[in-house]
């Protein structure tokens, strides 16, 4: 990691390996599969292409700018810049984390939309949509994802995994790990011979989505 690095830079790749370590350990990504981001300011740090997290230290940084120019590090960023920059671009996304996690990646191949199987679909911003297959990579990828996280903040991509994005690592990476267990649970209710899962209604999700903007603990100052 360069000397001259700013300190909110530094920190923010040390968060980004650690948070990209944790997809491996959750079982939500397997070898080099899946990414993570973070931007900080108009920079973007990205984990490099076919490095192992296990791997990810201070020597491996990978930063771009917007346009997806390298602004420090020796290493290839992963191949899915574009999918990260065309997020970052139109969203007010400030971390994002894609993975390739089984029960998603699965559901992916079943259906158009995840259905309402349980209330925390109303934290992804409504029942979390499939993005038509296109090769990894790709413009069209990134072009399919947006449509898909139109009023979302976490899509599926068809025969490829996830995505997900946040205000920062923690609520990406907790969104990521909310939708694969989300798809976990539809997979396992939808398995029962001659039963259907219940769906929640819209407005039993909208009721949701407003409780839980006050969720959790508020400062008293």
């Known amino acids: 990691m360069p000397d001259d690095l700013p300190d909110r830079l530094r920190a923010g790749w040390r968060e980004l390996t650690a948070t990209a370590r944790r997809t491996s350990e959750d079982g939500l990504v397997v070898g080099t599969s899946g990414n993570v981001s973070v931007r900080v300011d108009d920079t973007v740090l990205v984990t490099p292409s076919g490095v192992p997290y296990e791997h990810l230290g201070d020597g491996e940084l990978c930063a771009v700018d917007l346009e997806g120019r390298r602004t420090a590090g020796e290493l290839q960023p992963t191949s899915e810049l574009p999918l990260h920059l065309a997020v970052y671009r139109h969203t007010a996304a400030r971390a ?16 158009r939309e995840l259905p309402a199987v349980h209330y925390m679909t109303a934290a992804l911003g409504g029942p979390v949509r499939v993005a038509p297959y296109a090769t990894y990579g790709s413009d ?7 449509t898909a996280l139109e009023a979302r903040s976490a899509c599926l991509l068809q025969n490829h995994g996830t995505l997900a994005y946040g205000d920062g690592l923690a609520q990406a990476y907790d969104r990521t790990a909310q939708l694969e267990w989300m798809c ?17 209604p819209e407005d039993e999700l909208a009721r949701v989505g407003e409780k839980l903007r006050t969720y959790g603990q508020r400062s008293t100052e």
């Open 96 to 111: 994002v984390v894609h993975t390739h996690a089984v029960h998603a990646t699965a559901v992916s191949t079943l259906v």
């Open 140 to 146: 069209e990828l990134a072009a399919g994802a947006l």
């Open 184 to 200: 976990r649970v539809w997979l396992a209710a939808s398995s029962v011979p001659g039963l259907t899962p219940s769906l929640l």
